[in-house]
């Protein structure tokens, strides 16, 4: 299925594009900071590092963040556990990702940790110096990471948001882009939406600046917030409710990713023809394919294959199920007019050959 | 897959029954028996736990149904069911309460099954209402910083959840309490929740808000070695001065509540590791979800947490196991050759093309139209064999996937659910997971 973008429709980037180096075509030019969210389970991490690689492929830098502490970029680039540290995961190259053009990339990988991110913040703000010890020692950078609300969160969209910004002596960017593997959709709005609860907290003060410059990225056309789903009931169902909740936040929704594309084999007609009275048909088929080994009786033939063929029919009567379901989910989803891009399953899970190619089918439709 | 064809039907493997035509293996995971655990009257707790999208919520409320038509009067503490699951047991509104579930149970049997959403703040509110005078809890409720805390941050999901749990119980009025957990950060938060409560009570960080409250502030002075003042001076200028006096009324506000707070908080720790209470660990047979599962496996055992076993969901089977991949791989080519030869140049992936031309073949009996249909039909075999080649793969994936997990985690015991095709909309479909849960068993 081709993607589907209608113009306007989608908080797609126009006009704040940089000419940046030689882009493919990317439907989101200007876009600095990407989200990218979904339904738990879904493969938001991987296709959040899918797209940092397709995103650096010609050139570029990028940065990818977790934000979660469960380490699962490390996991997916077979490194060891990543420290609070912004440090090179991958080069990339267009042939790496089997696509023409020449440069080669970076992507950068960062596990926010957010005490780390406390003091760092901290200091960046009050060069607190003593203070600061004194704040650890009474327990302060414990119940702030912790137990007060949202000040984690804050601390992790706030670290987002300055390296997305963050500039080089020179004046250049550092990264070209920055791209968030956000909570779930369920916690997605509340995380990204905490400066905003912060700055009507704290109504004055440093804190309350801070969390307005943030939220003024976020809801800026340099961000887009793109949401990872199956072809499945919940989490198209989580994906429809989050468009909406992010329209309402007046956040701005990128496009919809859809994860683990399954090609139909078969589909609804073939299943009810071979539940008529072609059964038997298949079974000759199957019979002449060799599966009812090779008596030189016929009738021991047919029957030997026999038990195979309720199974084999009830499989596609699965599948063809399967397939009626998948086709309505993409219709639920056509009716968000977002730009929608799918990547295929890759049997096996994802190893990092299958990390590039996914990266090298996000840049062909169009995704970076 | 939907199981149309009875219980179990499609499975062929099933930790009841060991191995049973799959590509060997690891042996081991003994099963895991859910009906013995729901008949035992001394189970009074079971606790579903997984990471997100393992299909937790549906488990806990298929075990629910199963309890309540067994015979027990149950009640499922959901956190966020997805809404078609949520309606299947009549679930309209978060109200906090257990409802009773139309349908569920037998009106003679002595079973019932309630069930109930997990409303965050109103938990939380009932709390401060249960620990405060009327004026102090006003106080509290109505102060922005309680207002944002208890409105589910990050963390206050995991709390309320056990306290919802720990009232649950205190009442005394349910043989079985199913609890699935909230589909938190690492989902095992909420064992985490009542030594972070208490490690933050007894933090010096509550006396030091506190004490520009406390007119003096002496007492708390005394226990810290560093300058009252620079520690003021400087969350002030961090918090804004507003959010400062905010934060230290709510403090203030809640000082009397700590207490009772940290006993309820202690109180559902030890309730979870007491003798009848169960947990269940959910995943699907996919590295990621196991590897996860083995997480929280190690950390039941570490905080000596009762584990019942694990609960595999979205297991994949087949009818005809005899028929290897490789097989049917090469019987599919072979057949798509034929089939191109005869004419039906229907590539076995446009199987609509074929279905058309069945039907507009029908009846007729010329040689060249024999052909069509011979060619036809062998497309549609070559189909069906290449998606038979493509679910024993997924079949043997799966399989290895567990056997890794067994193989480290012996003891587990454990049992598969196959996987359907669609979610579950309604009771019988939760019934027949329950059926699956307990083996197949219809008893």
Redesign the interface.
């Known amino acids: 299925m081709p993607r589907t973008q209608q113009p306007g429709a989608a908080a797609a980037p126009t006009g704040a594009a940089e000419p940046g180096a030689a882009s493919g075509g990317s439907d989101w030019e200007g876009v600095r900071l990407h989200v990218v969210s979904g ?4 493969g938001k991490t991987t296709l959040a590092a899918a797209l940092a690689l397709a995103l650096a492929a010609e050139g570029r830098r990028t940065l990818l963040i977790e934000v ?3 380490q699962g970029i490390a996991e997916l680039f077979g490194s060891t556990a990543l420290p609070y540290e912004e440090r090179k995961i991958a080069t990339v190259s267009p042939t790496k990702l089997g696509l023409p053009g020449r440069g080669t990339g970076e992507v950068f990988a960062l596990a926010i940790d957010p005490e780390q991110a406390l003091l760092e913040y ?1 200091d960046m703000f ?1 060069k ?1 110096g ?2 600061g010890k ?2 650890q ?4 950078v ?2 702030a990471t ?2 007060a ?2 000040v ?2 804050v601390l992790l969209t706030g670290k987002a948001c300055e390296a997305a910004r963050r500039k080089a002596p020179d004046g250049r960017l550092v990264y070209d882009a920055v791209v968030m593997d956000a ?2 959709t ?2 997605l709005i ?1 995380f990204l939406n ?1 400066n905003s ?1 912060v700055a ?9 600046s801070q969390a307005q410059a943030v939220m003024r990225v976020l809801k800026s056309p340099q961000t887009a917030v793109h949401l990872v789903t199956l072809l ?4 198209v ?1 989580e994906t429809v409710d989050g468009f909406t909740e992010l329209r309402e936040a007046g956040l701005p929704v990128g496009g919809v990713l859809v994860n683990m594309v399954r ?5 609804a ?6 539940h ?1 009275d ?1 059964r038997e ?2 079974a ?3 019979v ?4 009812g080994g090779r008596s030189r009786s016929a009738a021991t033939r047919r029957a030997a294959v026999e ?2 063929l ?10 063809s ?2 397939v009626t ?1 998948e086709h309505e989910q993409r219709a639920d989803l056509g009716t968000l007019l977002l730009p929608t891009y799918e990547l295929p399953l890759l ?3 994802v190893d990092l050959g299958g990390l590039y190619r996914l990266a090298g089918e996000l840049k062909r439709q169009g995704a970076a | ?2 199981n ?2 009875g219980a179990g ?2 499975r062929d493997r099933g930790s009841s029954n060991g191995e049973g035509g799959g590509s060997g293996g690891v042996n081991g995971g003994n099963g895991l028996d859910i009906d013995g655990l729901i008949d035992d009257p001394a189970t009074r707790i079971i606790v579903c736990c997984g ?4 299909g937790k919520t549906t488990t806990a409320a298929a075990i629910g149904l199963r309890a309540a038509e067994r015979g027990r009067r149950t009640v499922v503490l959901t956190i ?1 069911p ?3 699951l949520a309606q299947s047991m009549g679930l309209t509104e978060l109200d906090n309460t257990p409802r009773p579930v139309k349908g569920a149970a037998g009106p003679d049997g002595p079973g019932e099954l309630h069930a109930m959403m997990l409303d965050m703040k109103r938990t939380f509110d009932e709390v401060v209402l249960a620990h405060a005078d009327p004026e102090r809890a006003r106080a509290i409720l109505e102060n ?2 309680y207002q ?2 208890s409105a ?5 999901q995991e709390y309320m959840a056990m306290e919802k749990l720990g009232q649950l119980q205190a009442t005394g009025e349910w043989d079985l309490i199913v609890v699935d957990t909230p ?1 938190s ?2 989902a095992l938060d909420f064992l985490d929740a009542p030594g ?1 409560l208490g ?2 009570l007894d ?3 509550i006396r ?1 808000l506190m004490t520009p409250a406390k007119v003096g502030g002496r007492s708390a002075m005394k226990f ?1 070695n ?2 009252m003042g ?2 003021t ?3 002030g ?7 400062l006096t ?1 934060l230290q009324t709510f403090v203030a506000a809640m000082d009397s509540m700590f207490g009772g707070f940290r006993e309820r908080a202690e109180g559902t720790y030890q309730l979870l590791k007491a003798q009848g209470t169960a947990f269940l660990v959910v995943a ?1 047979p ?2 990621d ?1 196991l590897r996860e599962a083995a997480y929280f496996v190690d950390r039941l055992a570490a905080d000596q947490m009762p584990l019942a076993g694990l609960v595999l969901n979205r297991v994949h089977g ?3 196991p ?2 290897t991949a490789e ?1 049917a791989q090469a ?2 080519q ?2 798509e050759e ?1 089939s191109a030869e005869n004419g039906g140049d229907h590539g ?2 446009n ?2 093309g ?3 031309q ?2 507009t073949a029908e009846g007729a009996g010329s040689g060249a139209e024999r052909e069509a ?2 060619g036809a ?2 497309a ?9 080649a ?2 024993v ?2 079949m043997g ?1 799966e399989q290895r996937t567990r056997d890794r997990f067994v193989s480290v985690y012996p003891d587990v015991p454990l049992v598969e659910v196959p996987a359907l ?3 579950v909309h309604d009771l019988d479909g939760l019934r027949l997971i329950g059926r699956q849960l307990a083996g197949g068993s219809d008893r």
Not at chain 2, 380 to 388: E, K, T
């Open positions: 339904k738990g389970g879904t979660e502490g469960r901290l009050y607190l003593r203070a004194a704040l020692k009474v327990g302060f414990d119940f912790t137990i609300p949202g984690r969160d909570p779930p369920g916690r509340r905490v609860e009507g907290l704290a109504r004055f003060g440093p804190i309350h499945e009931e919940m989490p169902q090609p139909p084999v078969l589909d007609a073939a299943v009810a023809a071979a008529g072609h048909e298949v000759l088929a199957l002449e394919a060799g599966l038990p195979l309720d199974p084999l029919l009830a499989q596609a009567r699965e599948h199920e399967r379901l049997s096996g899970g | 897959m939907s149309g064809g039907g499609n990471s997100g999208g393992v966020d997805a809404r078609r922005p910083f944002s805390l589910g941050f990050a963390g206050t589909p950060r690492s972070r490690s933050f933090g010096k960080i030091v810290l560093v300058g620079l520690l001076g400087t969350l200028k961090i918090f804004g001065a507003q959010l905010d699907a996919e590295r979800a087949t009818g005809a005899q028929l097989r019987a599919a072979a057949l034929s076995a992936g199987g609509a074929n279905g058309e069945h039907g249909r011979q039909a062998e549609l075999a070559a189909g069906l064999l290449r998606l038979h493509e679910r793969e997924v994936r095709a669609g979610d």
